[in-house]
């Protein structure tokens, strides 16, 4: 069969994967372009941040307020969905989300485009949201330097972005010396996280075909290189994973919605608390009756509202711990 029409992996609709090599994405992304918002006034633009990758990030600044003195904001670093393997930091419904989050939070934010699989396989997407994170911390760009509060950093991340948020929260917690000096991530925010297990959660019922292709995408986005399932950069509660206690932040708050990533954002959720973690630091903000997608598809829903306040709540944390 001719390389160039023989499949060798495909998950309609996110990817398709041909012996050539040559890989079709499939997940719809609508690109916009950086621009100031007319709806909340924010500006926002491009940079690379890392010349030897080529990886760039969205930088997102609110409008000062009327007689405003411009006090230090909050830097956000934010991690797209995707599944690893597609998504964009311009796709339009994120960018407009991360508008409304930036107007309604007055955080800066830094939303990363990170390297996908499966040309770039995992760990290429944590180690772009690593070099983002530290290129934030150190206040490279002119809004981060002047405007940005390095001591009170986020990472929040969407599905598969909200994998990459753990592993770099992970790893914030694991290094010594690993961020700048003065810099702080105060907080995680995991919307809907990418998290698998080998085994069933509590109240899991029959493999289902979606949740199957979930489980075979992983595999797929880190090049055959896994050691399954019970990895723990996808199960971050497998036996011998790193501790939970061990994540670099003060806060964490896990949302989940009525998909098949639900039950094991729930066990994320019950490990963060049965490694130490102290009630008050971890929350779980569980959408019944929601999709996936339900907070960039429909915006002034309720829930979407609820979830927006809960994440602005969560970026200001430690505005009065300086």
């Known amino acids: 069969m001719d390389p160039e029409s023989e499949v060798t992996f495909e998950f309609v609709p996110v990817i398709r994967q041909y012996r050539s090599g040559r890989v079709e994405r499939l997940l719809p992304v609508d690109p916009v372009p950086p621009s100031v918002d007319a709806a909340t006034g924010v500006a926002s633009r491009d940079v690379v941040f890392d010349p030897a990758t080529g990886a760039w990030a969205r930088?997102?600044?609110?409008?000062?307020?009327?007689?405003?003195?411009?006090?230090?904001l909050p830097i956000m670093v934010y991690l797209h969905g995707g599944g690893l393997v597609g998504g964009s930091a311009a796709d339009g419904p994120e960018h407009a989300f991360l508008n409304r989050l930036?107007?309604?939070?007055?955080?800066?934010?830094?939303s990363v485009e990170y390297r996908l699989a499966p040309e770039h396989p995992v760990p290429a997407c944590y180690d772009d949201a690593w070099a983002a994170l530290r290129w934030a911390a150190e206040g490279a760009d002119p809004w981060l330097r002047d405007?940005?509060?390095?001591?009170?950093?986020f990472v929040v991340g969407y599905s598969a972005g909200g994998n990459v948020a753990h592993n770099v929260a992970l790893r914030a917690g694991s290094e010594a010396g690993a961020l700048p000096r003065g810099a702080r991530v105060r907080g995680i925010g995991l919307l809907h996280p990418y998290f698998l297990s080998a085994e069933k959660a509590d109240g899991e019922t029959?493999?289902?075909?979606?949740?199957?292709?979930?489980?075979?995408?992983?595999p797929f986005a880190c090049g055959g290189r896994t050691a399954g399932l019970d990895d723990p950069r996808v199960?971050?509660?497998?036996?011998?994973?790193?501790?939970?206690?061990?994540?670099?932040?003060d806060r964490v708050l896990v949302c989940?919605?009525?998909?098949?990533?639900?039950?094991?954002g729930k066990a994320y959720h019950d490990g963060l608390l049965?490694?130490?973690w102290a009630e008050g630091d971890v929350e779980l903000l569980d959408s019944i009756g929601e999709d996936h997608q339900f907070f960039l598809r429909e915006p002034p829903s309720a829930t979407a509202l609820v979830l927006m306040d809960r994440l602005a709540a969560l970026l200001a944390a430690g505005a009065n711990q300086q």
């Open 59 to 72: 930088l997102y600044l609110p409008a000062r307020p009327p007689g405003g003195a411009g006090d230090r």
């Open 102 to 110: 930036c107007a309604r939070a007055r955080v800066l934010v830094v």
């Open 147 to 153: 405007r940005g509060d390095r001591g009170r950093m």
């Open 206 to 218: 029959e493999q289902s075909w979606l949740r199957g292709k979930l489980e075979e995408l992983w």
């Open 235 to 249: 199960n971050p509660v497998a036996d011998g994973a790193p501790s939970l206690r061990r994540l670099g932040c």
């Open 256 to 264: 989940v919605a009525e998909d098949e990533l639900r039950l094991r």
């Open 274 to 276: 049965g490694s130490g």
